[in-house]
């Protein structure tokens, strides 16, 4: 039976905006650095199992209201009463096991977005039934990866997860880079209707480029409040979390460092100005704080996706002031340990085509995999230890961001150009009429995982396919 502690609500650097009213759920940070703003609204899961490797949850998914701002609030569905929901917080090699309840009144699953987890518990249509309004599921796994994951249902997501379902996922391991303090932010954006309400879905144009919303949050806050000490060095651990939008981030044009990306730490940190998150993707960044009084715009930068989709003029997220006591400012971070390329010499090959086109009989927009409408895209066949070699091909103007289900994988090249820093992804760009090369071997969780398009209206108009991974055969004595 599960254990109930009592509820720990905790003040100061990690303010909780509503600590009497959101259930057991709040927990001191598990082994990280203190977090801080702006995570008003971001509270941990409480580990309710004693066990050092075990980390033992209570999720559940139903409707309630979200405050976006002071006075503004909308309905919307939340992981135990808020969004983003409860951060989810594990070690390297821990078992996690997380109770879920369906208090919604439709069916949903969870998907842990880059998480290696088995293929039953991957929540995604091949995986796991829906779990049933008031049903239950116990997700059970071990987490092998360190770094920056999420969670949200798999179901209805352009509904599910715009109306509130997603939480972020923080593993620890033994290489981490080095920071004075952390935080995790997830980025969202809202279309309202008239009522205030987050908005029906819309017509065809949305359909086709996918919801962006005027409506930019922060860890569920219209412009939470983040500030920085002089010479401070923040980690910032950040989630698109989107629909359809592309954030190409930027800090007033100040520089800082990028040091992971979906799989981890880079074995190489990048000095840049401005990075991009595609729907799905993760970065981590070290910002290091200014002189005091100093404050750079937290802003997503104009950019066009193609298809007259995307960010015409600068879109404002917060303001990053830097105040207080100044702190020895640090050297250029170190990297993580080396990443070697996957040899694919003998590899299994496939091509993997995405396109699109307007349907004019039902007037509806088609997204295809191979020229075909999920679910009826022919499956891939993988096997265990044998590497992938996939071509991914857009055969349409729109970018589609292109997300692996189960598997990290490397980007070997665009439109033929080699990479040169082999990292581990699960979530990628694929630019308008871009080819790119990945590769990647299946480890033995055999199993339907799904491939897809991340922007939420494409993949529930069939811009998805399954790689089946079938079980290894036993050998003969
Ligand atoms: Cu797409």
């Known amino acids: ?55 033992e ?92 994951f999420w969670y949200h249902p798999h179901v209805n997501e352009s509904r599910q997860m715009e109306a509130g379902l997603y939480g972020a996922i923080v593993v620890r391991g033994a290489h981490e880079p080095a920071a004075d303090v952390e935080t995790v932010m997830m980025l969202d954006d809202l279309t309202l209707d008239a009522q205030g309400n987050i908005a029906a879905p819309g017509d065809l144009v949305e359909q086709h480029g996918g919801r962006e919303g005027p409506v930019a949050v922060v860890n569920g806050r219209s412009a939470p409040p983040m500030t920085i000490a002089p010479g401070q060095r923040q980690r910032w651990r950040i989630v698109n979390a989107g629909s359809a939008r592309f954030y190409r981030l930027s800090l007033g044009g100040q520089t800082f460092w990028q040091v992971a990306s979906d799989a981890g ?51 404002a997220l917060t303001t990053l002031v830097s105040e207080g006591p100044a702190m020895t400012p640090r050297s250029p971070p170190a990297g993580g340990p080396p990443t ?10 496939e091509t993997v085509r995405f396109s699109e086109r307007i349907n004019r009989e039902t007037e509806a927009v088609e997204f295809m995999v191979n020229g075909r409408q999920y679910p009826d895209v022919p499956p891939l066949h993988g096997q265990v230890g044998r590497t992938e070699r996939w071509t991914l091909v857009n055969e349409s103007e729109m970018e589609h961001p292109f997300h692996l289900h189960g598997f990290f994988f490397q980007v070997r090249s665009r439109n033929g150009v080699a990479l040169a820093d082999p990292a581990w992804e699960d979530t990628i ?40 991974v079938p079980e290894t055969p036993s050998r003969d004595p």
Request: some cysteine; proline content about 10%; aromatic content about 8%.
């Open 429 to 468: 760009q694929l630019r308008g009429h871009e080819t790119v090369e990945i590769a990647f071997q299946p480890d033995p969780r055999p199993g339907h995982w799904m491939y897809h398009c991340h922007i939420l209206e494409h993949v529930e108009h069939g811009m998805m396919g399954t790689f089946i």
């Open 1 to 55: 039976m599960l254990k109930r502690l009592p509820r720990v609500c905790f003040a100061g650097l990690f303010a909780l905006s509503h600590c009497g009213d959101a259930g057991p759920t709040e927990a001191p940070p598990r082994g990280g650095p203190a977090p801080f703003g702006p995570e008003a609204t971001l509270t941990v899961l409480r580990d309710d199992n004693p066990a050092a490797n075990i980390v």
């Open 57 to 148: 949850v209570s999720l559940e998914a139903a409707p309630g209201r979200w405050t976006l701002s002071p006075g503004r609030t909308v309905d919307a569905l939340m992981y135990n009463g808020r969004v983003p929901g409860p951060l989810l917080e594990a070690r390297v090699g821990d078992t996690v096991v997380v109770h879920f309840h369906n208090a919604l009144t439709v069916p949903t699953t969870v998907h842990w977005h880059g998480l290696r987890v088995p293929a039953s518990m991957d929540g995604g249509p091949h995986s796991q039934d829906p779990v049933p309004p008031g049903g239950r599921f116990t997700y059970r796994f071990v987490v092998n990866d360190a770094g920056t």
């Open 340 to 349: 070697r390329w996957l040899p694919v010499e003998g590899a299994h090959v």
């Open 265 to 315: 730490a880079w074995a190489t940190p990048r000095a840049l100005r401005e990075v991009l998150l595609v729907p799905g993707d993760r970065v981590e960044l070290l910002v290091d704080g200014p002189a005091a009084g100093a404050s750079w715009g937290v802003e997503n930068l104009a950019y066009d996706r193609g298809h007259g989709a995307g960010l015409r003029s600068p879109m």
